[in-house]
């Protein structure tokens, strides 16, 4: 596991430290303690075209993300793990790939149970051991173990009214946040538009349920279910920033440093800014949406210029997947906006439009303002990143598949990042894998929403696998599988080795996880190989 660069370690005895070439000039460290509070802003189904400074021919302005961009560093090529919100969101935090969980494909609900084992390390109970304070305010979609009117009765799996009967809201719930390195946690269970319509904190309902709620509009939809008194869609978004605000401004008086994960509800559906914002974008309610949530990300980065903090404060903006066909593409394409920009599908695709996502880096302590950083990075590399700059070193079953960030922070010319290839992954669960400029797509279609559809009509003509050269196409457009056999053969070599291994990272082997909570058939893998052995 790599470290901080000795020159960045070093105390002289004038308590200085140069780092040579990474800033213009050298910054004063008190102590070899001094470690940089972290916040981790996850904004949910943004598109790479949805931000300014990712796509400066869209039309939604993104002046504050922007601005983090221009006093950081921003990644053209960061990918999350996965097209959809539950499976990006579990490599975030165990930098492991979800498809080694027990979730193959699709996403949770709002009432599925934990999906991550206590025992497994998250980049919350990593930073613990260094004497990080921890909080988790927003979507948690990672599954959470509800109570239960009769133990032996979980009834259906959550997407339907009916399903939440047999659920008992007035009791704490259990394997949950808490439980997995955060201090203190506050949000709901599943997507906005997912009941139940809770408020979690520190493992307790906020407020008794007392009504049902739906809406169908076009827009601002969710799912039947019920409700609790406090719970109003419209405000929660800008309640957890209000949180995050409060926590911010709480550590700010205390010595030990903290991390702050925010994962946003927003833009995804329920579509709902509110009223000040309706009409802001000159677009439709997902513009105006976008462009309240890059307001409040401006009122965040102005308390910690307030309360002192920016300069080494590590602020990291990106989303979970790309843009959701909910945002309507026809009326932004429409008016010259795009959420995928230039590249090909959205949520849910293996196709870059669905896990190529904007990320950027505010460190003013050591990353150089206006940066710009062309490595392929996965939403993955956040244990890594942060066990390298608390000086942890993971151990053979901690972030198997996360790569350190920190020299690209440092120099984003470097040549020291160590990632050899990224795997991404679909609704479906259909797998992609890329390195260098190549991309290998081990299905005939998108793997998820757009066409070409699986299982759709008229596939049967396509090949069977699909083979990319993004330095040249990187819409996607020619497929060249069957035009680069060694190439080809390589990846795939690659993406077997990397499932069968337990990881892409060096060290021992690890077990990937039975699929379905105790199901030992994982159809996509053995689909995987049956297809590789056929070519």
């Given amino acids: 596991m790599k470290t901080i660069p000795s020159l960045f370690l070093l105390l002289v005895s004038l308590g200085v430290f140069f780092l040579g070439g990474c800033k213009e000039a050298p910054k004063a460290v008190k102590t070899a303690e001094q470690l940089p509070n972290i916040i981790y802003i996850l904004a949910d189904d943004l598109g790479y075209g949805d931000i300014h400074a990712f796509n400066p021919n869209g039309k939604i302005a993104t002046p504050n993300i922007d601005a983090l ?41 709002g009432k599925s149970k934990a999906l991550i084992p206590k025992q497994r ?3 919350a109970s990593l930073v613990k051991r260094k004497g990080y304070t921890t909080a988790f305010i927003g979507k948690w979609h990672l599954g ?32 949950g946040p808490n439980d997995l390195g955060f201090d203190y946690a506050y949000g709901h269970s599943g997507s906005l538009d997912m009941a139940p319509y809770i408020y979690i904190e520190n493992g307790r309902p906020t407020a008794p349920v007392d009504r049902i709620t739906v809406d169908t509009g076009k827009y601002t939809w969710w799912r039947k279910g ?17 949180k995050a605000i409060s926590y911010i401004e709480e550590k700010a008086i205390q010595d030990h440093p903290f991390f702050l994960y925010l994962a946003l509800p927003s833009p995804h559906t329920p579509i709902v800014p509110t009223k000040e914002w309706q009409g802001k974008s000159g677009l439709n ?82 990353i150089a303002a206006n940066s710009i950083s062309e490595e392929t990075i996965c939403t993955t590399d956040l244990m890594a990143t942060l066990a390298d700059i608390v000086k942890i070193d993971l151990g053979d079953n901690e972030g198997e598949d996360s790569y350190s960030m920190l020299p690209i922070f440092m120099d984003s010319n470097t040549t020291d990042f160590k990632r050899e290839a990224t795997v ?80 892409s990272t060096p060290g021992t082997k690890q077990e990937n996880d039975p699929e379905g909570y105790g199901s030992k058939d994982w159809k996509q893998l053995e689909m995987l190989k049956e297809k590789i052995n056929k070519t």
């Avoid at 996965?82 to 979730?103: D, E, F, H, K, M």
């Avoid at 019920?226 to 209000?242: G, Q």
């Avoid at 309360?307 to 429409?334: H, K, M, W, Y």
């Fill in 144 to 175: 959470w173990d509800w109570a239960f009117k009769d133990s032996t009765d979980f009834g259906g799996e959550g997407w339907n009214f009916e399903d939440f009967d047999t659920m008992d809201f007035d009791q704490p719930i259990t394997n």
């Fill in 121 to 123: 390390t998250t980049v």
């Fill in 424 to 503: 991404h992954h679909s609704i479906n669960g259909s797998f992609a894998i890329r390195k260098d400029q190549w991309k290998m797509i081990f299905c005939l279609g998108s793997g998820g929403w757009s066409d070409p559809k699986p299982n759709a009509g008229g596939n049967a003509d396509l090949p069977v696998f699909q083979l990319y050269d993004l330095a040249v196409d990187p819409g996607e457009q020619t497929n060249l599988y069957g035009n680069h056999p060694e190439v080809e053969h390589q990846l795939q070599q690659l993406m077997l080795r990397y499932i069968e291994d337990g990881r």
């Fill in 285 to 366: 309610p997902y513009g105006d949406f976008v462009v309240m949530m890059d307001d409040y990300v401006g009122e965040l980065v102005e308390v910690l210029a307030q309360n002192e903090l920016t300069e080494n404060t590590i602020v990291i903006f990106t989303s979970d997947n790309g843009c959701s066909p909910q945002a309507d593409f026809e009326i932004l394409r429409g008016k010259g906006h795009d959420p995928s920009g230039n590249f090909r599908g959205h949520k849910a695709d293996i196709f870059e439009g669905g896990h190529r996502v904007p990320f950027v880096v505010q460190w003013p302590k050591y």
């Fill in 69 to 109: 961009a221009t006093n950081g560093i921003k990644f053209t090529d960061a990918h999350t793990s996965s097209a959809v919100c539950t499976p990006t969101r579990y490599g975030i935090l165990t930098g492991r790939y979800n498809w080694r969980s027990p979730i193959k494909s699709g996403v949770l609900t």
């Fill in 226 to 242: 019920p409700t609790a008194s406090d719970f109003i869609h419209e405000e929660v978004t800008p309640n957890f920033f209000k």
